[in-house]
């Protein structure tokens, strides 16, 4: 990192725990990310390897049609999850950040180069706008939608700023919960690879991994 946690290419946390012999137990986990970074997926493997519950924060926040939920109904339905004691969830709006910043253990950051979070999100958004899969209760992106002013494209420049800065700040504040911050793909990998399946264990600090 810029300001000394962690690498440009590495893992890191914000006040050296993650190293190799020491291990952070958490069950309250936020992926966070710039847009088109993976952290949707990475929270299924995580899952997968934990037995936490995921929560998909689209899947909560937009209904059928691309249409999105009150941000009353969205900050309940957040609140609800936040409430119990094992979660994972893959996004956090500003509407409701707080909610879960009271409640998280560990937040885990993609903050990967602009160059690569764009190229993952243009490619991922061709392969949906060819294949029509769906994204989140039944919706499907479409090249109108790519190429208006709420486009997911448009949505990165706008957010990636303040993502970054937003990221970095928690992983430089040792009152903040846990910080792991992954710069690449490969960084990800190897943490991820870290993480016990028996049991949460999730800050191992690794050496970084050619992609």
């Known amino acids: 990192m810029d300001d000394g946690v962690g690498s440009s290419d590495g893992v890191g946390s914000s006040d050296g725990v993650g190293s190799s012999d020491r291990l952070l137990i958490c069950d309250r986990i936020l992926i966070y990310g710039v847009t088109g970074s993976g952290k949707t997926t990475l929270a299924q493997q995580l899952a997968g390897r934990t037995g936490l519950p995921w929560h998909s924060v689209d899947d909560l926040t937009w209904k059928p ?53 764009l190229g ?3 490619w991922r958004t061709l392969g ?21 002013r709420d486009s997911i494209i448009v949505w990165h420049f706008k ?6 800065a937003r990221m970095r700040a928690w992983a430089a504040d040792p ?30 600090e690794l050496p970084e991994k050619e992609a």
């Open 65 to 117: 049609g691309w249409v999105s939920a009150p941000p009353d109904e969205q900050r309940r339905q957040i609140a609800s999850i936040c409430a119990g004691e094992r979660w994972i969830l893959d996004a956090a709006y500003t509407s409701w950040l707080d909610v879960v910043l009271d409640r998280v253990q560990l937040i885990v950051g993609l903050d990967y180069p602009r160059w690569r979070s």
């Open 120 to 122: 993952r999100l243009a």
């Open 128 to 148: 949906r706008n060819l294949d029509h899969r769906p994204i989140c209760n039944g919706n499907t992106e479409s090249l109108r939608q790519t190429f208006s």
């Open 175 to 204: 009152a903040g919960p846990e910080v792991v911050r992954l710069t690449s793909p490969s960084a990800a990998r190897s943490w991820l690879a870290s993480v016990g399946r028996s049991e949460p264990l999730l800050s191992r």
């Open 159 to 164: 957010s990636f700023p303040r993502k970054r």
